[in-house]
């Protein structure tokens, strides 16, 4: 078993629906990222957090410690929001970013 | 545009070379980070430096090594280098350690032949 996990590994959506990406993880985090990468290979760091909720234009990270599971929400989806999502955690005692799967995700008109 | 820049961005090369692969951190960033995307694996930690300094290491292979100079700049340097090393290697840089912001390169895509 990864120790993070993303879902679903696919989402194929309509432009205009509301989407989300599940992330769980089974190690101790002192904070956890999300990534995008876009077809041409280039990641992009969309969130880092450690508690509670961020948000940024139409995208929304929220994060609950107790139960090891983010989500990474995104309202009024864009063909353009085309990517993979990665969430990766951050254990504080390895110093290292452990990566889930990712998520394929894609926006049709 | 990251701030985070990797060269070459290509590399085609033969089983059994060496190359070594460039990484700038943004200006002010003093931890640089070295991941390896390979098909079947995902993303993968390899190393972190820090203002020069090992300060993590994670999957990497004994075939490949990594400097970081007093510019901060790095080098990961693969060696004897087999068709499965082929991948996009990253880097990426941060002020401190991974708790805080990442902000990656565009990556150098590997392919060996």
Redesign the interface.
Known sequence: KNEVEQSPQNLTAQEGEFITINCSYSVGISALHWLQQHPGGGIVSLFMLSSGKKKHGRLIATINIQEKHSSLHITASHPRDSAVYICAAYGGATNKLIFGTGTLLAVQP | D?GVTQTPKHLITATGQRVTLRCSPRSGDLSV?WYQQSLDQ????LI?YYNGEE??K?NILERFSAQQFPDLHSELNLSSLELGDSA?Y?C?SSVG????????G??T?LTVV
């Open positions: 990251s980070y995902g993303l993968q930690f972190q300060r993590a994670g996009l990253f990426a350690g991974v708790s805080g912001e990442a902000f990656f565009q990556g895509r």
